[in-house]
Every structure is written in structure tokens, then in C-alpha cells.
């Protein structure tokens, strides 16, 4: 397989409808309760986390 492709132009089947602005992303799906969570980085490099507040994540279900 590998020797089919590299070195070769591979066509985008995906590349109109990036451009068109058609295409969808993870972004754009929604469904009934879906949750949401959220990348945080440290406001300092190599801090020790000493504790995390989970009460809200814990009410929820499941």
C-alpha cells in the first residue's frame, strides 16, 4: 500500500466542501444532553493542582 502512495498526489474528496464552507465539524453536531467539557491549562508551568471543586460534575448521572 505505501508503495502506491508516497511520493504521489493523493486527491481531497473533502476539499470542496472545506472551502464551500459545507463541511461539518464535531463542532457543529448538538443532541439532546449532550455535555461539554473544556481544555484548562495551568496559569503556571509546573504547579502542583493541590485540590479539584467535582461537585457539579457529580450531580449529574451516570
Excluded at 508516497?6 to 463541511?23: L, M, Y
Excluded at 465539524?25 to 443532541?31: A, C, I, K, L, N
Excluded at 439532546?32 to 479539584?52: D, E, N, Q, T
Aim: proline share 8%; aromatic share 4%; hydrophobic share 40%.
Amino acid at each position: 500500500m505505501s508503495e502506491q502512495v508516497v511520493g504521489k498526489s493523493v486527491p481531497r474528496v473533502d476539499a470542496r466542501a472545506k472551502v464551500t464552507g459545507e463541511a461539518k465539524y464535531p463542532g457543529d453536531f448538538s443532541m439532546p444532553g449532550m455535555l461539554h467539557a473544556k481544555i484548562l491549562f495551568a496559569g503556571r508551568p509546573h504547579a502542583r493542582i493541590l485540590s479539584i471543586d467535582t461537585s457539579e460534575a457529580e450531580k449529574l448521572p451516570g
